[in-house]
């Protein structure tokens, strides 16, 4: 069972959330920051709740929006602009092909009752080779067990499973790592360790990290995208 948008606003309010998403928000920064292009004008589409790590890509000036599915639940982003939230459907994407330059799939595919239509739909939508980062639940690791995070939630995956999953959908992945090395345990003080403990602790092993983080490119031989009418660049807004 997923969390909704309240459940996963509350966990990211919370010491515990804010530590996760200084964790991932300074890994996927450095991994923007070694990108042969800059994030600047392009649009970047993050998909599941992605609205922690979204606030990082609009200070790279991304053009960015947050879609959220439908069981989800969908809340206004930014709280500062006009509204970016679209409220959609996993695999139906309100987009048309080839149009988003990265993607960004967080508390999404775990969540998806056909993650082989997801990715499809991801592929798709990606405009040749563009990049799509996905994080997943680590099934290696405790926090795929704990429901105190909603990384212990849907289902978690392995490097190889997810490998051979985005393999089949034209999406390689060019590498991958791991973070949130530290269990999420209650107490404040562990809390305030979970950022300092990251590059320590790495040094014992790669796959250590409670959260698998993939990156993959869009291949575009061996297969058309189904073609779409009425394309638009842009995705419909909801609210104002």
């Known amino acids: 069972m997923r969390a909704d948008v309240q459940a996963f606003q509350e966990f990211y309010q919370s010491p515990l959330g804010q530590s996760v998403s ?3 928000g300074e890994r996927l920064v450095k991994m923007w920051e070694q990108e042969p292009a800059s994030l600047n004008r392009k649009m970047f589409v993050g998909l599941g709740y992605t609205l922690p790590y979204l606030d990082r890509a609009l200070e790279k000036e991304a053009d960015a929006y947050a879609f959220m599915p439908a069981e989800q639940g969908v809340s206004h982003w930014p709280d500062f602009r006009c509204n970016r939230s679209v409220l959609t459907h996993y695999h139906h994407l ?4 080839s149009v988003v330059d990265y993607m960004l799939l967080v508390h999404a595919l775990e969540h998806s009752s056909q993650p082989k239509h997801l990715l499809r739909e991801v592929w798709r939508v990606l405009a040749p080779g563009g990049q799509v980062v996905i994080i997943v639940p680590n099934r290696r690791r ?10 212990g939630t849907g289902r978690p995956y392995s490097v190889g499973q997810l490998k051979m999953l985005m393999q089949e ?5 060019d590498w991958w790592d791991t973070v949130l090395m530290l269990p ?4 404040l003080g562990a809390i305030k360790l979970l950022p300092v403990s990251e590059r320590p602790l790495r040094f014992f092993g790669k796959n250590l990290g409670g959260a698998l983080i993939v990156c993959a490119r869009k291949q575009v031989y061996g297969a ?3 073609k779409r009418l009425n394309p638009k660049r842009r995705p419909l ?3 104002g």
């Open 22 to 24: 200084q964790v991932i």
């Open 94 to 97: 309100p987009l048309a092909d």
């Open 142 to 151: 405790i926090w795929s067990t704990l429901e105190n995070t909603p990384f």
């Open 169 to 173: 959908q034209m999406l390689p992945i």
């Open 184 to 187: 999420p345990l209650p107490r």
């Open 224 to 226: 058309i995208p189904e």
């Open 237 to 239: 807004m909801i609210g």
